[in-house]
């Protein structure tokens, strides 16, 4: 079944790659400059707080009793805002309008609204906000009310992403998710009449426990409450988790990977009918200008830097990330160091690699003149096997069929063998 990347909207890995040491200034390799500001540019702000830890999250997240000595959540905004001031500072004079700004997490609605604003209002400052700019935030249906989001929208936020899973009480209980029933289609609600125009939801399937009616019934409340987009996305059961954990012990049973495949038809057929149509494999939107523009500028080689523990950035072919823990991300940038852990310069054979992987995930395919030999030879036997589109092959692009949807990941490694 295919899953989703970690270059998704939200959400910062829990473990830190190796890597080659990141200066203290900052500074990025000249080849990581040129041409900067010649390809879509955005901010990531990874927001590190949660009320709880949800038990098959895997990301770098804190609870208050977790944090420990050096960080708060009362301090982050000034933090965040110190090396949104430290990007500038790297990136020197060009011209950078920010064309998006995601805030993940972690839950970002943790913080006070005004906080989130702030750190919109210092990247604006510092770079400036392209004319349109997407602005998002992530949020817990529980972690925001009416007037949180009325605040937002008046500070300049016009995106929101609620974290609904599902719909049934004991899939939720399962997933350690505390919204009730109901909450998340309200938080839609309530994002309308403050002025969103455009609202996502998160599901997942595949949970232990969760039947073919359980799913139905989610997608249905989804559908019912009138985002203009919805995620959907597979379980995968992280090592280190509780709910890995609770599998290892026998209490619950491993996602299967055909019911998953199952829940994904079953997705496609209710978002379709409802008038969403896939451009990602995992993502659905109810018109062009619905489509997630931050994750398409992940999807299709922009740069973006990622601000907070943890976080990732790319920018010119250099990717870099973060220290992990709140405390010793406060701590660097308190001296004026870069908080950078380590970083890589990918190859143009990398480079290659990676484009494949993301861009055949979308509606708009990828060019087949632009692959090895090799590759279209591989692709030419996926048509036979019903992976790709016809019509578009013979323009010259593969783009897959709702068969090669499922069967994605398996089609990418062929490709990049």
Not at 102 to 114: E, K, R, S, V
Not at 145 to 154: H, I, W
Request: aromatic share 8%.
């Amino acid at each position: 079944m295919a899953q989703g990347d970690w270059r998704q909207t939200g959400g910062v890995p829990s473990a830190l790659l190796d890597g080659d040491p990141v200066p203290a200034s900052g500074d990025l390799p000249q080849t990581a400059l040129d041409g900067l500001g010649s390809r879509p540019f955005g901010f990531y702000v990874h927001v590190p707080f949660c009320a709880t830890r949800c038990g098959y999250c895997d990301f770098n997240t804190y609870t208050a009793a977790e944090l420990g000595p050096g960080a708060s959540q009362r301090d982050y905004a000034a933090t965040a805002i110190e090396e949104v001031r430290l990007a500038r500072r790297v990136l020197g004079t060009a011209a950078l309008p920010v064309e998006t700004v995601f805030f993940g997490g972690g839950t970002p609605t943790l913080l006070p609204a005004a906080d989130l604003v702030r750190v919109l209002g210092a990247i604006d400052d510092e770079f400036g906000l392209a004319p349109g700019a997407e602005v998002t935030t992530e949020a817990n249906p529980e972690s925001v009310d009416q007037a949180y989001l009325e605040a937002l929208r008046e500070g300049g936020f016009n995106r929101m992403s609620f974290g609904m899973q599902s719909a049934s009480e004991h899939v939720l209980k399962v997933l350690d998710r505390r919204h009730s029933r109901g909450r998340p289609e309200q938080a839609v609600q309530e994002a309308r009449k403050a002025g969103f125009e455009h609202v996502n939801l998160d599901l997942i399937y595949s949970t232990p426990g969760e039947t073919d009616d359980d799913w139905r019934d989610s997608l249905a409340a989804a559908l019912a409450a009138g985002p203009d987009h919805v995620s959907a996305y597979s379980l995968i059961v992280e090592d280190g988790t509780r709910l890995a954990a609770r599998i290892r012990r026998g209490e619950l049973p491993m996602p299967d990977d055909d019911v998953a495949a199952d829940r994904y038809l079953i997705a496609e057929e209710m978002l379709s009918a409802a008038g969403l149509e896939w451009y990602e494999v995992s993502n659905w939107a109810a018109a062009d200008e619905a489509r997630c523009r931050h994750n398409l500028l992940y999807w299709t080689g922009g740069d973006w830097w990622g601000v907070g523990p943890g976080a990732h950035s790319h920018v010119g072919g250099t990717r870099w990330w973060n220290v992990k823990h709140p405390a010793a991300y406060a701590s660097r940038l308190a001296s004026g160091a870069s908080p950078g852990h380590a970083r890589e310069e990918l190859t143009a054979e990398d480079r290659a690699v990676e484009r494949i992987m993301l861009e055949l995930r979308l509606v708009s395919g990828f060019p087949l003149s632009d692959l090895p030999t090799q590759a279209r030879t591989v692709c030419a036997r996926a048509l036979g096997d019903g992976l790709l589109e016809v019509e578009p092959f013979k323009r010259g692009r593969a783009v897959l069929t709702l068969r090669g949807r499922l069967l994605a990941d398996a089609l990418v490694r062929d490709l990049t063998p």
